[in-house]
Structures are given as C-alpha cells and as structure tokens.
C-alpha cells in the first residue's frame, strides 16, 4: 500500500487506480478477520504488507501479504514470538507490547522473549490493522508521526499527532 503514496516519478509507484476508502478498509479488515478465524496472528501489519492488485474492471484487490512472522495462538488465544525487527516495525506496534518493551530488558534468551511476546494477541493485530487505515486515509503518513524513531513514544503516549494536525 506504502506505493500509492510514493512521489510520482518513482519506478515503484503504484501506477494502478487509487482503492476507494470504504472499499479498501472493508477489504482488510475482512482479510484479518479471515486470519483471526484461522487462528494465526499476522504480527507485521503495516503498509508495505498490502497487496494491491488490479482487476479486469479496473476494481482494486487489497489482500494482507508477508506471513513470515505469523503465528498460530495458543489456548489463551496468544502467541510467542522471539524476533524483533528494528525501528521501522516498532512504528507499527500496539501500546501494550511497546510498553512492555521499555519495561523489559529484551535479549535473546527463551525466557525474556517469552515475557515479551505473551501479550501479543489479536488485539495487538487489531490496532496495528488501525494504524494503517489511518497511514491510507492521511495519505501516506503515519498517524502517531513521520519521524520513524519517535513513532513508538507516540503511540506510547497516545499522542497521534499527524491525526491532530489533520482534525485542526
């Protein structure tokens, strides 16, 4: 999705038609609710993981893509992950698991992994899912900020301040 937005005289712009609002959101949030049934958890929802695709009826197909970080939930409907992906994927977590990452001394051993990981959970897809609508309805900006290093005290503080500027 992150190529409807890029400048136009760049080689990776999506040169196809422009999803409607209501149609692209309807479609992604039916392809989580799809994966949720399925019992996985995406864990990488963000922009670059939508799919677009046009039709014959010059219809757009948005579908979630890059399912290398998905994992299957457990009885109490969480999952472990043990991987962390550098500042750009911090930008597109929700609240609970970036306060968790400020509160614990992450390294790779089992067991702070663990401790991490536990909260990650279909809401946690849910408000990440929430953030990329927005990036799609402000037009290619993240709504908690555009500097990707203070993206995460943003969401951590609530503090979204790309939808304020907007709202004003």
Not at 73 to 95: F, S
Not at 106 to 121: D, V
């Amino acid at each position: 999705m992150d190529q409807i937005f890029l400048k136009d005289g760049d080689p990776k712009k999506y040169r196809g038609p422009k999803p409607q609002a209501e149609e692209a959101l309807y479609q992604l949030a039916n392809g989580l609710e799809y994966i949720h049934k399925t019992k996985l958890i995406h864990c990488d929802l963000k922009p670059k993981n939508v799919l677009l695709l046009t039709g014959n009826s010059s219809s757009v197909v948005m579908k979630w893509t890059n399912f290398g970080l998905s994992k299957q939930v457990d009885e109490n409907g969480t999952c472990l992950i043990n991987e962390i992906k550098g500042n750009e994927w911090l930008a597109w977590l929700a609240p609970e698991i970036l306060q968790m990452l400020e509160n614990e001394e992450i390294n790779q051993s089992e067991n702070q992994a663990t401790l991490l990981w536990e909260y990650n959970t279909f809401k946690s897809d849910v408000f990440a899912e929430g953030l990329v609508f927005g990036y799609f309805l402000l037009e290619g900006l993240h709504p908690f900020g555009s500097i990707v290093h203070k993206i995460p005290a943003n969401i951590d503080k609530n503090d979204a301040v790309n939808l304020n500027s907007k709202l004003a």
